[in-house]
């Protein structure tokens, strides 16, 4: 069959495409997309596009022979392929074998291992018995021995107990006695000193003459009291780096007990200076050193505080009371502040200056209302109530201490364990008494009671419910509680830190912080406050309950 010559732009879809099979290009996509790709395919052989003549086969038996040579260099690839493939089969076969030998020994040594670890068990299980029983005995030796001993020192701390109340019975009556001798004494003295006086009276007058030895004698005697030495208090000494407001109160207080002039207390304050405040003679005359009020001008302007009374107006205004700081601390603070910055402010405006700091310092906002309708008129006074207000809401809340456990016993997320630890803090918290047999003594000042003792001991207390009975508690107020407990306090710091202390550094603790670190995993830090997660035994419920 004849075969034809036609350029680029006649060529048919299917000329397009054989032409890009043979120089093994893409064939997808339409006619257009065919011939640019035929067209580069032309410029990378070198010729052009435009000019270049195809031949478009009329003889279908050469397209037939060029595709059986190429089935023939496939059925050959295809054949090494597989003798490869076999021989790669033939291997792994081979491996499978030496594998599942390996395999089946594998499984003999892991059936000894097991009837080996099998009769392991068996015996460790058989000592662990034997020791659960020899714990269980030694425990309950221990427990009598400690039962037996505790009521040999409740005996001997009675005994001990009362034996010091007679003691100290005893030594008050004789500082009572010894009070009525020592003030007899006293009147003795005076008598006879009111005696000596009227006698020596009488001599000195029957002795007094004009022109006479006796003036000449007399006069010596009459002059003798101040002669004496003046100098009867030492005053204390200053170097710069105390307070010298404080200081020169003390020396004011020691020239006026010794009776100093002008003078001799210029004297004094300069032979008291040490250390650096040495250096301020240097810059003083012989005239202005003499000067006492000169000199306590420079020391005054050198190391005084009165130019800084705006500092502490400012510290005064910023002053607020500390998460951990106590109301007698507080108080101090604020009435130091007040002297330093009010120092020429008459008392009474002072003091009233003073309390209102104090209340609009206060962290509790409760303890401020009760104070602002007291109305104190004096900061000590206003101390005295907000400590009062502090022990009554105290002692209310600690009514509000006492969890309901009754339900978390019989779910199981309570023992036994954690009821007597709360009543134990219940009890501890109880005014202090002291049993002794049938006696208890109540300690009144000096006055010792006896009383007859209720028919059951405190160790005979079972708790069978406890119960909520206010449970209106403030965050602020809990996280201040956690923050002031010496148990509470190092776990709370540990968990903000994110880390585990170790026991190198627990050993130093109460046993309580030991606990609490041993029972770690199960507390954190919700809201601020240390809780303890619990749980029930399949997991299926979780909460957090407050640790106080």
Request: with cysteine; aromatic share 6%; proline share 3%.
């Amino acid at each position: 069959m004849a075969s034809r010559q036609v350029f680029l732009k006649d060529l048919k879809v299917a000329d397009l495409k054989r032409e890009l099979e043979e120089r093994e290009c893409e064939t997808t996509g339409k006619k257009a997309d065919l011939q640019n790709r035929l067209r580069e395919a032309l410029e990378d052989e070198g010729e052009n596009p435009d000019t270049f003549l195809f031949d478009i086969a009329g003889d279908i038996n050469s397209a037939l022979q060029s595709l059986e040579n190429k089935l023939l260099e496939n059925a050959t690839q295809m054949q090494q392929k597989l003798e490869e493939t076999s021989g790669n089969l033939r291997g792994m076969e081979q491996r499978l074998v030496e594998n599942s030998d390996n395999l089946r020994g594998m499984e003999q040594k892991l059936i000894e291992n097991g009837s080996n670890l099998q009769q392991k068990l068996e015996e460790t299980s058989g000592k662990l018995e034997n020791l659960d029983k020899k714990l269980l005995e030694n425990y309950t030796t221990l427990e009598k021995k400690i039962m037996e001993n505790s009521s040999c020192l409740q005996k001997q701390i009675g005994e001990y107990v009362d034996g010091k109340f007679e003691e100290i019975e005893n030594k008050l009556v004789t500082v009572e006695e010894f009070q009525n001798k020592f003030l007899e004494v006293e009147r003795k003295i005076a008598t006879l000193n009111l005696e000596s006086g009227e006698q020596q009276q009488m001599v000195n007058t029957s002795l007094k003459s004009p022109g006479s030895d006796s003036d000449r004698l007399s006069k010596p005697e009459l002059s003798s009291p101040v002669e004496i030495s003046k100098i009867r208090m030492k005053p204390p000494q200053f170097d710069g780096k105390s307070s010298w407001v404080n200081y020169l109160r003390q020396f004011e207080a020691a020239a006026r007990a010794n009776g100093w002039s002008l003078a001799e207390k210029a004297t004094a304050l300069t032979l008291a200076l040490r250390g650096d405040a040495t250096d301020i003679l240097q810059t003083l005359s012989l005239e202005e050193q003499d000067d006492y009020h000169q000199l306590v001008k420079h020391l005054e302007m050198r190391y005084g505080q009165s130019h800084l009374e705006h500092v502490y107006h400012s510290q005064l205004k910023n002053r607020y009371q500390k998460s951990n700081e106590s109301l007698q601390e507080f108080e101090a603070d604020i009435a130091r502040l007040v002297r330093l910055a009010y120092s020429s402010t008459p008392e009474n405006v002072m003091e009233r200056l003073a309390v209102q700091a104090f209340l609009d310092g206060l962290r509790d906002t409760e303890t401020r209302q009760a104070l602002t309708l007291a109305r104190p008129s004096k900061l000590v006074d206003a101390l005295a109530r907000a400590l009062e207000f502090e022990a009554a809401k105290e002692s209310c809340r600690r009514q509000a201490t006492i969890r309901k456990m009754e339900e978390d016993l019989e779910e199981g997320t309570c023992n036994e364990a954690e009821i007597r630890r709360v009543a134990k803090e219940i009890l501890d918290k109880r005014p202090i008494r002291r049993w002794n047999g049938a006696k208890v003594r109540h300690i009144r000042g000096r006055r010792i009671e006896k009383k007859k003792a209720p028919p059951s001991s405190e160790k005979d207390v079972v708790i069978r419910r406890l119960t909520v009975v206010n449970d209106d508690w403030q965050p602020d107020e809990l996280l201040r509680d956690q923050e002031n407990d010496p148990n509470l306090k190092p776990i709370v710091n540990w968990k903000k830190e994110g880390r585990k202390p170790t026991w190198e550094e627990v050993s130093r603790y109460s046993p309580t912080v030991k606990s609490y670190w041993a029972q770690w995993n199960s507390l954190v830090l919700s809201d601020g406050l240390l809780k303890r997660v619990l749980e029930k035994s399949d997991g299926t419920e979780e909460r957090k309950q407050l640790i106080g």
